[in-house]
């Protein structure tokens, strides 16, 4: 398994085996993680507040979304401002959790691959 499917299934960014996220889906839980890899014992969360950073990451996807969708109905199909806002949000709600899962599986990949020390800590 690459990174990049990795990073999309939601795997350890160490052994890409073990599951970032319990199984199955709640969705009054969305961001539920075990606390340690059940392949390779990594960390999941080796300090509070680790997965701050994966905010900076979702509001970049967000933000280039959003205007991508505003500009492409504005500029492009000639909707107004109102509808164009409308769809935002509709798409917003619909890849609400979607987004910020993936942003924590990209920012432990990240974080994975470049911080030795987190690397190393089981
Ligand atoms: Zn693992």
């Known amino acids: 398994m690459n990174v990049m499917s990795s990073i999309w299934n939601y795997k350890c960014p160490r052994c890409r085996k073990g599951d970032l996220f319990i199984k199955p889906f709640e969705i ?13 014992d990594l960390n999941y969360s080796p300090e ?40 935002v949000v509709f798409v917003s709600a619909l890849s609400y959790f979607f987004i910020m899962r993936i942003s924590r599986s990209m920012y432990i990949h990240m974080d994975v691959r470049f911080d030795k020390k987190h690397k190393e800590t089981t």
């Open 48 to 87: 509070p507040g680790y997965y701050f950073g994966a905010m900076f990451i979702s509001y970049g996807w967000t933000v280039w979304t959003i205007l991508a969708i505003v500009g492409f109905c504005m500029l492009v199909l000639d909707w107004t401002v109102e509808a164009s806002f409308g769809l």
């Open 28 to 40: 009054k839980n969305p961001l539920n993680m075990p606390d340690r890899c059940s392949n390779c």
